[in-house]
């Protein structure tokens, strides 16, 4: 399907690209937010790599996934922006509300808190740890699949992965054993 | 299929956390706002193009007459501008070929650049 509508834009008909938008509009802000843990930067993370994937599309190799490549965009994208804001990482300490967890079971919570507790819980891991479980766990790509999108080493890639595992277990540590 | 490194990594709870906690775009004008940015692009690329079709005309026009001009001094017995013709002419040609040699290079990365 991808490829089908990676033809019509290239043909010049620029509103075939709104099928992107909608499909991948949601997984990218997962990937951008992971990073640069704020709605607003990813938002602009996510636009300025659709525009980078609608100038590049001629460049695009087809043989290649479109998702692939788009997300090494949204990735570059995000990290670039994360060096420019020189946010400041606050250091993984496990929150007071998440802590708070420990009393209850998070899949016992509204729907929409448990969201919010996860959604805070990945905001506190360094960037790498919040892509690579978005990456493995939510979208399930292989850690062949991740090295390929991240360019990282497979070594380094089960390093962060093991470490974003262990700190998510720090955080819902309790919870996790309570829930099953 | 998964094969064993990832076996190792398979873990029910984070994924079932990390499918709970998905998010989606919270800004419901995002589509029109990157269809619109699209568009511009689209349109300002055209205007460019057109623009840098003229430019490449008024060069090259430019340039040929520059050419003219210097072959036409050279032909003179006398000097112009207390100048040997000769000198004249080496003068222009030099000019020319230091402003094409830089225009050329901006032209190219333009022509690169919006190129359709």
């Given at each position: 399907?991808?490829?089908?509508?990676?033809?019509?834009?290239?043909?010049?008909?620029?509103?075939?690209?709104?099928?992107?938008?909608?499909?991948?509009?949601?997984?990218?802000?997962?990937?951008?937010?992971?990073?640069?843990?704020?709605?607003?930067?990813?938002?602009?993370?996510?636009?300025?790599?659709?525009?980078?994937?609608?100038?590049?599309?001629?460049?695009?190799?087809?043989?290649?996934?479109?998702?692939?490549?788009?997300?090494?965009?949204?990735?570059?994208?995000?990290?670039?922006?994360?060096?420019?804001?020189?946010?400041?990482?606050?250091?993984?300490?496990?929150?007071?509300?998440?802590?708070?967890?420990?009393?209850?079971?998070?899949?016992?919570?509204?729907?929409?808190?448990?969201?919010?507790?996860?959604?805070?819980?990945?905001?506190?891991?360094?960037?790498?740890?919040?892509?690579?479980?978005?990456?493995?766990?939510?979208?399930?790509?292989?850690?062949?699949?991740?090295?390929?999108?991240?360019?990282?080493?497979?070594?380094?890639?089960?390093?962060?992965?093991?470490?974003?595992?262990?700190?998510?277990?720090?955080?819902?540590?309790?919870?996790?054993?309570?829930?099953? | 299929?998964?094969?064993?490194?990832?076996?190792?990594?398979?873990?029910?709870?984070?994924?079932?956390?990390?499918?709970?906690?998905?998010?989606?775009?919270?800004?419901?004008?995002?589509e029109d706002k990157v269809m619109d940015k699209i568009y511009y692009e689209y349109a300002h690329k055209r205007v460019?193009?057109?623009?840098?079709k003229l430019s490449l005309i008024f060069f090259i026009i430019g340039t040929v007459s520059g050419i003219v001009l210097?072959?036409?001094?050279?032909?003179?017995?006398?000097?112009?501008?207390?100048?040997?013709?000769?000198?004249?002419?080496?003068?222009?040609?030099?000019?020319?070929?230091?402003?094409?040699?830089?225009?050329?290079?901006?032209?190219?990365?333009?022509?690169?650049?919006?190129?359709?």
């Amino acid at each position: 399907m991808d490829e089908l509508y990676i033809r019509k834009v290239l043909e010049g008909d620029q509103e075939a690209f709104r099928y992107f938008l909608k499909n991948y509009k949601d997984m990218a802000f997962n990937v951008a937010v992971s990073i640069v843990k704020d709605n607003y930067y990813a938002e602009e993370v996510v636009q300025d790599a659709f525009m980078k994937a609608f100038k590049g599309l001629k460049s695009f190799n087809r043989t290649a996934k479109f998702k692939t490549w788009f997300y090494r965009i949204v990735i570059n994208e995000a990290f670039q922006r994360l060096r420019k804001i020189k946010r400041e990482r606050v250091s993984f300490v496990p929150a007071e509300e998440i802590i708070g967890l420990e009393h209850t079971t998070l899949f016992e919570l509204p729907e929409e808190e448990q969201k919010h507790m996860i959604g805070e819980a990945l905001n506190m891991l360094p960037p790498k740890e919040s892509l690579v479980l978005t990456l493995f766990y939510l979208e399930e790509y292989s850690l062949a699949d991740i090295c390929n999108i991240t360019g990282w080493s497979l070594s380094n890639t089960k390093v962060i992965l093991h470490r974003a595992r262990v700190n998510m277990r720090l955080m819902f540590g309790s919870t996790l054993k309570t829930s099953h | 299929m998964m094969d064993r490194e990832e076996k190792v990594f398979h873990d029910d709870d984070l994924y079932s956390i990390m499918k709970k906690g998905k998010r989606t775009m919270p800004f419901d004008d995002f589509e029109d706002k990157v269809m619109d940015k699209i568009y511009y692009e689209y349109a300002h690329k055209r205007v460019v193009s057109n623009k840098l079709k003229l430019s490449l005309i008024f060069f090259i026009i430019g340039t040929v007459s520059g050419i003219v001009l210097a072959l036409l001094f050279s032909t003179f017995g006398d000097p112009v501008f207390g100048m040997h013709p000769k000198t004249l002419t080496l003068l222009i040609l030099f000019i020319i070929a230091v402003v094409a040699i830089m225009s050329l290079d901006n032209f190219l990365r333009l022509i690169k650049k919006y190129s359709d």
